[in-house]
């Protein structure tokens, strides 16, 4: 039996599955679902107990400026750089059980394996907690912590956003490590062998085609934009139509026209979603002056991405009536292709262990896609219930969750022996 | 010089100005407008300060169980039915200077007046503070003081309506009663020989026309509606269009339908406003699953009010796509004319003092379309600028809110010598 299968062995589905489960107590809802931000009570207590387990076998933990959290077991080559596992412990504002925190226990998990196998590896394997995944969650910004690790944004940029509270991520730093007291601290950033995070497809796919392992090939590109429009208040009961200046009308039409654009009718590749909506004063009674709303845009191709991003400012221009319109575009990612030996690495390993798999694209944004610009990178999904995610009701089955961590650990032993 | 005409001759342009002013400190927004919600320790505050002026002319003050606050300033016919007179103190979330405080502050001016010239009135006549008039603002309820007072809506009902921080009228009226003390209570309700309100036009008619006094001969009717559409929270990166159940997609759907029925260009007579719309989670990356708005629909004619208003379901049911839907109607009033001789006589009293005027029509609820059930009952409105209103912004001149005070005054002398 080789080491990676001996690895993939000693991975413990009931125990993976109760990690879950405590930690979806941490900002548990009472609809089941978590509610769990970035960098928040709860989110502090997921790392200081995913801290006290480490402890328990002796890794070494480290904290780095922006708060992500190593866990590190070491590798005979103790100058050679680590290979890298996990994800994130935070969730949307109405999220799941299993979304980022699965890629963080599967990585633990991965290095128990390894432990009580007695399974040694040339060079050291980290689980990393990277920090704020979710955007528009707390902070508005997402995959915070890895962004940060990979050089893709200053740090200091990073520090200074703030949540609607007012806020901002050094402050809610200070916190996280009250909360981690004695972890040691290390400097932003190091070379990395390779990066594997294992996630929930948040997608139908393998559930609908009965498979366990979706080996990632791609995470799509993003763009987002904020409209704001300004009209004007006016009483509701006797501003004539004419002299109205409605933001909440201005906005109704934007949306209307922006879905008759973004879609692809059947092929249903292209990802539109207004998910943020808001209006002022927001009194029944009052002619809404003020409006704004988010577009999340996302497609597996650049020039898809460039071609209909680059109408959406048109788009609201044009529906503006006697309102005023500011059109922001927030962010903006590439699709990533991982285009390394990891992605055959998995799916080695899961041939070697039987599972049902497919090559898939990832229809959400993850900290893999940071971590590819620094080395080689891939990820591992598994199915989630009828595909649903950032949703209370997100679920995925123990024995799953299982096979992803088995994979997990045999391409961990294969990458840091390579 | 008849009563009346000293009586006019008596009020106070300046002093009721300043009046304004003052209370416009009480809530004031940076923006120069007033949030002064019913019940909050700035209504209460104002309440307090007339308490203090009525005192000072020995007027007597008294509460009743819903919190109107009247003033009264005695005839020779004590046990006679008063007349009255007053508006409201309360404000929308984002308002103005102007809007109900003018009618309160119109009403004491008006006793100080008579006060002063030492006019004995056969009739009590007294200066009333409707609780609560803007409805949606802090409470869902408006109209809520008057509605009470004449018996339109069970006490015991209202005491129970709660804002949305879950605090009931009935406890928000403990801090306005400990606000003031010594102030004695009264029963709910009395008979009313006859009721005048002044107020802004909030609309744009007689600036329009370089009119001065609006002589109201009617009050719109109001249907409003609240539309609830469930779908279902999901991911928007990967959740494809076809198995989406997008609740802000449906709600847009249902407010273009709704915009394109509920118009009738150009007479520009319905008034259709869809003041407050949520979406949750309301977080960019999450399709959301629940939304809601309201719809407030007025129009002078009762007939309309049922064909279109009666529209409202089915045109929601027909978008809700792959939603749920759930509409409400939460208030219906029927149009108000005022039939009485109470519009005659502020009409003769606008003529004697030789005022521009016309008969105009109420685009805006007011309390004294409850009060027009029990008593003859008019209005008196003076031009707003540009017709702005229920906005930080809205505006009137010292002058025209003289004038307006100048008819009240007549036409009260000439109501409480009847």
Redesign the interface.
Known sequence: MTDAAKAAAAVDEDRLWRRHMEMARLGATPAGGVRRLALDANDNEARRRLVDWARGFGFACALDPIGNLFIRREGSLREAPPVMTGSHTDT???GGKFDGIYGVLAACEALEALERAQIATRRPIEAVVWTCE????RFPM?TMGSSAFAGVRPLADILKVTDDAGISVEEALRGTRAALKGVPERPLGCQVAAFIEAHI????ELEARGLTIGVVTAI?G?R?FLVEIAG????????????RK?A??AA??M??AL?RVF?D?PT?T????????????????????HALF?I?F?HPDEAVLTKLGDQVEALCRAQAGPCAVTVTETSRSRPVPFTSHVPDVIESAAARLDYARMRIL????HDAMHLAKLCPTGMIFVPCEK??????TENATAADLAAGTRVLAASLVELANA
Do not use: M
């Open positions: 949307q504002p109405s979710e955007g528009g969650a997402g497809e948040q997608g139908p799509q993003a987002r004007e208040d006016a009483h509701a009961g006797t501003t004539t139509r004419a002299r409605d909440l009308s109704v039409r949306v209307s879905e879609h009718d249903d292209v990802r539109f979603t207004v998910g943020r909506f808001r209006i002022s004063p927001d009194a029944p009674a009052v002619v809404p002056g988010t999340d996302r990832s229809g959400a944004g595909g649903i995610s950032h949703n209370e």
